[in-house]
């Protein structure tokens, strides 16, 4: 069974400085694993995603993730952080091979410091 | 080029009626998954369409079922709804069920049970 652990539920970062959300993930086959970020009354909007191609995942906004499959990690780094970064931010794990479904984590709230 | 659209954005039932969402999938999408977001919660998978039939399920009762129609759009039905199934409904579309694909999220429903 697949399923992801974000290892902080909030985060508190000064407004320039980096951002770091951990997540780990457990999966029986190769994954593809996402990023997801959730504004206040928003819809969920894809950051990045990793597909067994590049293990260093650039995304939208400055993001980008690294995928270390002997720690079973796929953290989520930004140099300088943003006020606009202030968020839900969603870990995801999907499975091929017939169970594609995404397993989300229980989310990191996300606060910018001015 | 429109994205995934949901309608109603808000509604409101008692306990024990019936409930039906709709979605409408991003264009040139022809995959349709469900997700239910308990408030401070990640999404939960609920169920997936491709080709008219239901893919995929997550661990929710028969009373969530669902529909895909031709022209790819979506409808998910909820009977004698409980209190518990407040929550903010999301449909995301994609491009074929594979594990890889990139879900598009839309706005989402939001239930309230009273």
């Known amino acids: 069974a697949q399923s992801v652990t974000q290892l902080d539920s909030h985060v508190s970062v000064s407004e320039g400085?980096?951002?770091?959300?951990?997540?780990?993930?457990?999966?029986s086959y190769?994954?593809?694993?996402?990023?997801?970020?959730?504004?206040?009354?928003?819809?969920?909007?894809?950051?990045l995603k990793y597909t067994s191609a590049a293990t260093l995942v650039k995304g939208i906004n400055g993001f980008e993730a690294e995928f270390k499959k002997s720690e079973t990690s796929f953290h989520l780094t930004k140099p300088s952080a943003h006020m606009s970064d202030a968020a839900e931010?969603?870990?995801?794990?999907s499975e091929n091979f017939g169970n594609e479904k995404l397993t989300f984590?229980?989310?990191t709230r996300l606060t910018i410091i001015p | 080029d429109a994205g995934v659209t949901q309608s109603p954005t808000h509604l409101i039932k008692t306990r024990g009626q019936q409930v039906t969402l709709r979605c409408s999938p991003k264009s040139g999408h022809d995959t349709v998954s469900w997700y239910q977001q308990a408030?401070?919660?990640?999404?939960?998978?609920?169920?997936?369409?491709?080709?008219?039939?239901?893919?995929?399920?997550?661990?929710?009762?028969?009373?969530?079922?669902?529909?895909?129609?031709?022209?790819?759009?979506?409808?998910?039905?909820?009977?004698?709804?409980?209190?518990?199934?407040?929550?903010?409904?999301?449909?995301?579309?994609?491009?074929?069920?594979?594990?890889?694909?990139?879900?598009?999220?839309?706005?989402?429903?939001?239930?309230?049970v009273l």
């Open chain 1, 30 to 47: 190769s994954p593809s694993l996402f990023w997801y970020v959730q504004h206040p009354n928003k819809g969920l909007q894809l950051l």
């Open chain 1, 17 to 27: 400085t980096p951002v770091l959300l951990r997540c780990n993930y457990s999966s």
């Open chain 1, 105 to 107: 984590g229980t989310g």
């Open chain 1, 89 to 93: 931010y969603f870990c995801v794990v």
């Open chain 2, 39 to 112: 408030l401070g919660q990640g999404p939960q998978f609920i169920f997936q369409y491709y080709e008219e039939e239901e893919r995929q399920r997550g661990n929710f009762p028969d009373r969530f079922s669902g529909h895909q129609f031709p022209n790819y759009s979506s409808e998910l039905n909820v009977n004698a709804l409980l209190l518990g199934d407040s929550a903010l409904y999301l449909c995301a579309s994609s491009f074929g069920p594979q594990g890889q694909e990139t879900q598009y999220f839309g706005p989402g429903t939001r239930l309230l």
